[in-house]
């Protein structure tokens, strides 16, 4: 028996040693690859397209590609793992699976059916293990028990198990999505909270899916945002009809979608997020429909209703007075939406100057400000309230200068410029032909005023 397991030993060295001598080499003439021996004659024919070496061991593999697929042939060029991949490295495993001895089918692997173009997956031996059903399929990742591989089916991604079973619908737009999804059953811990927008199939509208692919977020909006990088935050923008809001994870309405961006929509969301009091926020909005401006709470709820033909932000959002433009002229507003000055301002800038007035508890007309009387065309001085403190009886009137008793403003009237003081008299004569010569004269009266 000992001289049986020498002569053996002695066989399979001698096996080895000759192997050892393969080398891949290319033909001159049909640029085709074969393996030639230490004395440089052909040992196994060229007729690869590709090859490389052998790999070390007693039962030894070489990696070859023929008809544009890759496989393996042993020392003797026999295929031992049939040339059904379509990268070297898919081969490589399956090659790795045969030098073992494995059971085949231990492992699988994506193969294409030439005769449909469909996907399946098969031995190394090249014999189907799942039939060729799907559009395209990818290699397993993970180990048994909790191994996958995504597969695409009717246009979309999702996973099978080891045994070749769906375990994550086919829902997803990408491989990258589905493998995503397949990772977390792999860990298997965030069922309750894991989600991903998701496209339905037939209505085209997004929803969210858990990692399973089942529906968890009715999919009825125009757009989805990831619940964060992994999917597992608590809120998340979403859109419908054009406008934008904020849902959680079960998708309970967070912030109506009346924000015109999705900026807007996650800025909300900071508010609540914050705990700040929901009726200390405003956001002014346009009202999809009448196009008209109001504000709204983080939770997207009118807080002043839409009116206004522009409007301006509170200061910080949380200020007590904002702007607003109605039938053309500007106004100053409390956060209730009551009026703190009449319309009577051609700017913004003017009626947020009289809003500043009211929130810091001056008197009114301490500032005096020009304005154009829409009827008259006359123009007069109004306090921050918007009431006439000065009629409307000039052709043109300016900002005061200064203020308190010495306070002095360029005013017109029959086609000349002088300057009144802020009972409307004239204390600079109107002889100037422009109002900037007005001011330089107002100036050196108001001067003298000093006390």
């Given at each position: 028996?000992?001289?049986?397991?020498?002569?053996?030993?002695?066989?399979?060295?001698?096996?080895?040693?000759?192997?050892?001598?393969?080398?891949?080499?290319a033909?001159?003439?049909?640029?085709?690859?074969?393996?030639?021996?230490?004395?440089?004659?052909?040992?196994?024919?060229?007729?690869?397209?590709?090859?490389?070496?052998?790999?070390?061991?007693?039962?030894?593999?070489?990696t070859?590609?023929?008809?544009?697929?890759?496989?393996?042939?042993?020392?003797?060029?026999?295929?031992?793992?049939?040339?059904?991949?379509?990268?070297?490295?898919?081969?490589?495993?399956?090659?790795?699976?045969?030098?073992?001895?494995?059971?085949?089918?231990?492992?699988?692997?994506?193969?294409?059916?030439?005769?449909?173009?469909?996907?399946?997956?098969?031995?190394?031996?090249?014999?189907?293990?799942?039939?060729?059903?799907?559009?395209?399929?990818?290699?397993?990742?993970?180990?048994?028990?909790?191994?996958?591989?995504?597969?695409?089916?009717?246009?979309?991604?999702?996973?099978?198990?080891?045994?070749?079973?769906?375990?994550?619908?086919?829902?997803?737009?990408?491989?990258?999505?589905?493998?995503?999804?397949?990772?977390?059953?792999?860990?298997?811990k965030?069922?309750?909270?894991?989600?991903?927008?998701?496209l339905?199939?037939?209505?085209?509208?997004w929803?969210?899916?858990?990692?399973?692919?089942?529906?968890?977020?009715?999919?009825?909006?125009?757009e989805?945002?990831?619940?964060g990088?992994?999917?597992?935050y608590?809120?998340?923008?979403?859109?419908?009809?054009?406008?934008?809001?904020?849902?959680?994870?079960?998708?309970?309405?967070?912030?109506?979608?009346?924000?015109?961006?999705?900026?807007?929509?996650?800025?909300?969301?900071?508010?609540?997020?914050?705990?700040?009091?929901?009726?200390?926020?405003?956001?002014?909005?346009?009202?999809?429909?009448?196009?008209?401006?109001?504000?709204?709470?983080?939770?997207?709820?009118?807080?002043?209703?839409?009116?206004?033909?522009?409007?301006?932000?509170?200061?910080?959002?949380?200020?007590?007075?904002?702007?607003?433009?109605?039938?053309?002229?500007?106004?100053s507003?409390?956060?209730?939406g009551?009026?703190?000055?009449?319309?009577?301002?051609?700017?913004?800038?003017?009626?947020?100057?009289?809003?500043?007035?009211?929130?810091?508890?001056?008197?009114?007309?301490?500032?005096?400000?020009?304005?154009?009387?829409?009827?008259?065309?006359?123009?007069?001085?109004?306090?921050?309230?918007?009431?006439?403190?000065?009629?409307?009886?000039?052709?043109?009137?300016?900002?005061?200068?200064?203020?308190?008793?010495?306070?002095?403003?360029?005013?017109?009237?029959?086609?000349?410029?002088g300057?009144?003081?802020?009972?409307?008299?004239?204390?600079?004569?109107?002889?100037?032909?422009?109002?900037?010569?007005?001011?330089?004269?107002?100036?050196?009266?108001?001067?003298?005023?000093?006390?």
């Amino acid at each position: 028996m000992r001289s049986i397991s020498i002569l053996l030993f002695l066989a399979a060295v001698a096996a080895a040693g000759t192997g050892s001598a393969q080398t891949p080499a290319a033909d001159a003439g049909s640029r085709l690859y074969g393996f030639k021996n230490s004395g440089g004659a052909w040992q196994i024919a060229p007729r690869f397209q590709k090859a490389y070496a052998f790999s070390s061991g007693v039962r030894r593999y070489a990696t070859v590609k023929l008809d544009n697929r890759w496989g393996c042939i042993d020392a003797e060029g026999n295929m031992v793992v049939r040339n059904i991949f379509t990268t070297r490295e898919e081969a490589e495993a399956a090659g790795s699976e045969w030098q073992r001895n494995d059971e085949p089918g231990k492992w699988v692997y994506p193969a294409r059916n030439p005769a449909d173009g469909r996907w399946g997956f098969v031995n190394y031996y090249g014999q189907w293990k799942y039939r060729p059903v799907y559009e395209a399929a990818n290699a397993y990742i993970g180990k048994e028990p909790m191994c996958f591989a995504t597969v695409r089916a009717e246009g979309r991604w999702g996973c099978i198990d080891g045994k070749g079973i769906l375990i994550i619908n086919n829902i997803f737009l990408t491989r990258e999505e589905a493998e995503e999804a397949g990772r977390q059953w792999t860990a298997g811990k965030l069922y309750d909270i894991w989600r991903m927008p998701a496209l339905h199939p037939h209505t085209g509208k997004w929803g969210y899916v858990n990692y399973l692919g089942r529906w968890v977020v009715e999919a009825k909006y125009d757009e989805c945002r990831h619940f964060g990088a992994d999917n597992k935050y608590g809120y998340a923008q979403v859109k419908l009809d054009g406008r934008w809001g904020n849902i959680d994870r079960n998708g309970r309405v967070v912030s109506e979608c009346i924000f015109a961006s999705r900026e807007d929509a996650a800025y909300a969301l900071l508010q609540l997020e914050h705990k700040r009091p929901v009726d200390g926020w405003r956001l002014p909005v346009c009202h999809p429909d009448s196009r008209l401006w109001g504000w709204v709470n983080y939770r997207g709820e009118w807080v002043i209703a839409p009116r206004y033909e522009e409007v301006s932000q509170f200061a910080n959002d949380t200020g007590r007075f904002a702007t607003a433009k109605l039938d053309g002229l500007w106004a100053s507003i409390d956060d209730q939406g009551n009026l703190l000055s009449k319309n009577v301002f051609t700017l913004s800038t003017e009626a947020w100057t009289a809003g500043r007035e009211w929130d810091t508890g001056q008197e009114p007309g301490h500032w005096l400000y020009p304005i154009c009387d829409p009827e008259s065309k006359h123009w007069g001085y109004v306090d921050y309230e918007g009431k006439w403190v000065i009629r409307p009886v000039f052709e043109g009137a300016k900002l005061f200068i200064y203020t308190w008793n010495n306070r002095v403003a360029p005013a017109k009237l029959s086609g000349r410029w002088g300057c009144i003081d802020h009972t409307g008299r004239f204390v600079v004569t109107n002889q100037y032909n422009t109002s900037s010569e007005a001011q330089v004269a107002g100036r050196q009266w108001a001067e003298k005023q000093k006390f």
